[in-house]
C-alpha cells in the first residue's frame, strides 16, 4: 500500500541551526501539507502546496519556514534558524482532491 | 474560520465497555469535511473515516460507528467492545474548500484490561 514516508524519524539539533525535514508524498498525489504538533498538545496547520506553490499558509509559518518540491518526488520543509519552541513532532501529508489526507509517520524536532 | 471542539480531554473506561467520543465543529461554509484520526502511542497520525456535509448517513465499521448530526454540528465516534488495543489519542478534524485540516484538542482514550 503507497504511503507517506518522513525522514529522519528523529533529529535533534542547537538552537539557531538549519534544519530540512523531508518527506516523499504518495506518487500520484497533488497536494502537499507540513503540520506540527508539539508535545501532548493538537495538530497544527503548517502550510499547503499546490501546483509547485504555496496555497495556503497558517501563521507559525514565518520567514524562518520555508518549503519546496525540488525534483518532483520529495517535499522538504526547511526552518532557516531553529528555535527552542520549534522542538515538536512534524508531519507530511499528501492527497488528492476531496479525499483525505495521509499522513507520514512524523519527523520529532528536538532544539537544544 | 473552521473550529472544532473535544472537550472530553480524557476517557479511561475497562476492556468491553462501550465508548463515545465527542465532536462539535463550527463552520460558515455549506461543503465540508469531517474526519477522525487515530494517533496510538507510536505517534503516527492513521485516517478511520471521512464524511461530507452533504452525506449524513451514519457509518459503522466493525466496532466503530460514527453519528453525524448537523443540526446539533456534532460527529461523535463509538467504540463498542472496547479492546486494550483501541487505547490512543484520538483526533476530529473538518477541512473546508481549502482543504487543510483544523484538528480537535484530541481525546486521550485509555482501556484498561
Known amino acids: 500500500e503507497p504511503e507517506v514516508t518522513q525522514t529522519p524519524s528523529h533529529q535533534v539539533t542547537q538552537m539557531g541551526q538549519e534544519v530540512i525535514l523531508r518527506c516523499v508524498p504518495i506518487?500520484?498525489?497533488?497536494?502537499f501539507y507540513w503540520y506540527r504538533q508539539i508535545l501532548g498538545q493538537k495538530v497544527e496547520f503548517l502550510v499547503s502546496f499546490y501546483n509547485n506553490e504555496i496555497s495556503e499558509k497558517s501563521e507559525i509559518f514565518d520567514d524562518q519556514f520555508s518549503v519546496e518540491r525540488p525534483d518532483g518526488s520529495n517535499f522538504t520543509l526547511k526552518i532557516r534558524s531553529t528555535k527552542l519552541e520549534d522542538s515538536a513532532m512534524y508531519f507530511c501529508?499528501?492527497?488528492?482532491?476531496?479525499?483525505?489526507?495521509?499522513f507520514g509517520q512524523g519527523t520529532r524536532l528536538t532544539v537544544v | 474560520a473552521q473550529k472544532v471542539t473535544q472537550a472530553q480531554t480524557e476517557i479511561s473506561v475497562v476492556e468491553k465497555e462501550d465508548v463515545t467520543l465527542d465532536c462539535v465543529y463550527e463552520?460558515?461554509?455549506?461543503?465540508?469535511?469531517l474526519f477522525w484520526y487515530k494517533q496510538p502511542p507510536s505517534g503516527e497520525l492513521v485516517f478511520l473515516i471521512r464524511?461530507?456535509?452533504?452525506?449524513?448517513q451514519n457509518e459503522i465499521s466493525g466496532r466503530y460507528s460514527w453519528n453525524f448530526q448537523k443540526s446539533t454540528s456534532s460527529f461523535n465516534f463509538t467504540i463498542t467492545a472496547s479492546q486494550v488495543v483501541d487505547s490512543a489519542v484520538y483526533f476530529c478534524?473538518?477541512?473546508?474548500?481549502?482543504?487543510?485540516?483544523?484538528f480537535g484538542q484530541g481525546t486521550r482514550l485509555t482501556i484498561n484490561p
Open positions: 478534524a473538518s477541512a473546508d474548500g481549502a482543504q487543510k485540516l483544523v
Open positions: 506518487s500520484n498525489h497533488l497536494y
Open positions: 501529508a499528501s492527497k488528492v482532491q476531496n479525499t483525505e489526507a495521509f
Open positions: 463552520t460558515r461554509d455549506t461543503t465540508y469535511y
Open positions: 464524511r461530507n456535509s452533504f452525506d449524513e
